[in-house]
């Protein structure tokens, strides 16, 4: 986790504004999913650092695309700034990562179900 803060120091000295934090997913112990989602990690960066965190539940939730809408707004809830989902018209038939990825049906549902509760959190309800 160290070098997790020494990363945002380094990063945050750079002379840009085009840089952003992203919470990605660690290998869990669970055959079920490819990787785990670490919600804590998304709140640390929002601590450690005054970059926008920006969340990959999609990576996050590796095999399991069905897991993508609630970890999307958990991650809006942990203080995400946005979230990196991974979409296919044909998931099926992707090339790669199609587990892990909402159709353009499913992707529109989760943006609508994704208004309301991310006003909530702005306070602009």
Same mark, same amino acid.
């Given at each position: 986790?160290? !070098? /997790?803060? +020494?990363? +945002?120091?380094? /990063?945050? *000295?750079? %002379?840009?504004?085009?840089?952003?934090?992203?919470?990605?997913? +660690?290998?869990?112990?669970?055959?079920?999913?490819?990787?785990? /989602?670490?919600?804590?990690?998304?709140? &640390?960066?929002?601590?450690?650092? #005054? &970059?926008?965190? $920006?969340?990959?539940?999609?990576? =996050?939730? =590796?095999?399991?695309?069905?897991? @993508?809408? @609630?970890?999307?707004?958990?991650?809006?809830?942990?203080?995400? !700034?946005?979230?990196? $989902?991974?979409?296919?018209?044909?998931?099926?038939?992707?090339?790669? !990562? =199609? *587990? *892990?990825?909402? !159709?353009? #049906? =499913? /992707?529109?549902?989760?943006?609508?179900?994704?208004?309301?509760?991310?006003? %909530?959190?702005?306070?602009?309800?």
């Amino acid at each position: 986790m160290l !070098d /997790f803060k +020494f990363d +945002f120091i380094h /990063f945050s *000295q750079a %002379e840009t504004d085009k840089i952003e934090a992203t919470a990605d997913s +660690f290998h869990p112990v669970l055959n079920e999913l490819r990787n785990t /989602f670490d919600l804590s990690a998304v709140a &640390l960066a929002r601590e450690l650092s #005054h &970059l926008p965190v $920006i969340a990959d539940p999609s990576h =996050g939730t =590796g095999r399991r695309s069905s897991l @993508i809408p @609630i970890m999307s707004r958990a991650a809006i809830g942990a203080g995400a !700034d946005g979230l990196i $989902i991974e979409v296919h018209p044909c998931p099926e038939r992707a090339l790669s !990562d =199609g *587990q *892990q990825s909402l !159709d353009l #049906h =499913g /992707f529109e549902e989760l943006m609508r179900g994704l208004k309301e509760p991310a006003r %909530e959190l702005a306070g602009t309800t």
